[in-house]
């Protein structure tokens, strides 16, 4: 089984910065791809930026030069460094991993129950 627990959410004011983290555990064997998602109130949930276990990156176009995301694969963490944001960043940001358990040939979906950022004034 495995867990995957985030971190780092909170309220900010337009144009300031957070730092969200996401660290994957339990029974793995090998994470292929870790990244984020966001869902706000009534829209439908949408990939912010996701990377690969080889280092590709692909970002949202909302999020591509002002979010970072970056992946430690010793520690199966994956982190994202948001700048500049703005209220419509306001969302429930979920973490995911595509992840191989030692109990299963194939890769599955694992998510996160999902941190809370608020940019507001």
């Known amino acids: 089984q495995v867990q995957v627990v985030e971190s780092g959410g909170g309220l900010v004011q337009p144009g300031g910065s957070l730092r969200l983290s996401c660290a994957a555990s339990g029974n793995i064997f090998s994470i292929r791809l870790m990244g984020w998602y966001r869902q706000a109130p009534g829209k439908q949930r949408e990939l912010v930026a996701v990377?690969?276990?080889?280092?590709?990156?692909n970002y949202a176009t909302s999020a591509k030069g002002r979010f970072t995301i970056s992946r430690d694969n010793a520690k199966n963490t994956v982190y994202l460094q948001m700048n500049r944001l703005k209220p419509e960043d306001t969302a429930v940001y979920y973490c995911?991993?595509?992840?191989?358990?030692?109990?299963?040939?194939?890769?599955?979906?694992?998510w996160g129950k999902g941190t809370l950022v608020t940019v507001s004034s």
């Open positions: 995911y991993a595509l992840v191989r358990t030692t109990n299963t040939p194939r890769y599955m979906d694992y």
């Open positions: 990377v690969t276990s080889d280092g590709s990156t």
